[in-house]
């Protein structure tokens, strides 16, 4: 069983920033990719960041340059640095790990980008 929390979101302005969090139980947190998704009401959750155990990192093009994912193993943590913030990131964001042929979720965090 794998647990999952995000934090970090909340309500910023345009060009603002924002730093979630992610931080997960069980000793595989450590060794599997560690995905950031994000959704927004009526369409499907999409892929915004993968980071690896070896550290290397996907983005989505949409977030190319103005995201940056990071992970601390020792601490069983992920984090997400937002920057540029427009509105059209504004989304539920989730991060997720996939093992033994299933995807755990987190509860999700609330961004909002609004002026």
């Known amino acids: 069983q794998v647990q999952l929390v995000e934090s970090g979101g909340g309500l910023v302005q345009p060009g603002g920033s924002l730093r979630l969090s992610c931080v997960g139980s069980g000793s595989i947190f450590g060794i599997k990719p560690i995905d950031w998704y994000r959704q927004t009401p009526g369409k499907q959750r999409d892929l915004v960041a993968t980071i690896t155990s070896g550290g290397s990192i996907n983005y989505a093009d949409s977030v190319k340059g103005r995201f940056t994912i990071s992970r601390d193993n020792a601490k069983n943590t992920v984090h997400l640095q937002m920057n540029s913030l427009k509105p059209e990131d504004t989304a539920v964001y989730y991060c997720?790990?996939?093992?033994?042929?299933?995807?755990?979720w987190g509860q999700g965090t609330q961004v909002t980008v609004s002026s």
């Open positions: 997720s790990i996939y093992t033994n042929y299933h995807r755990y």
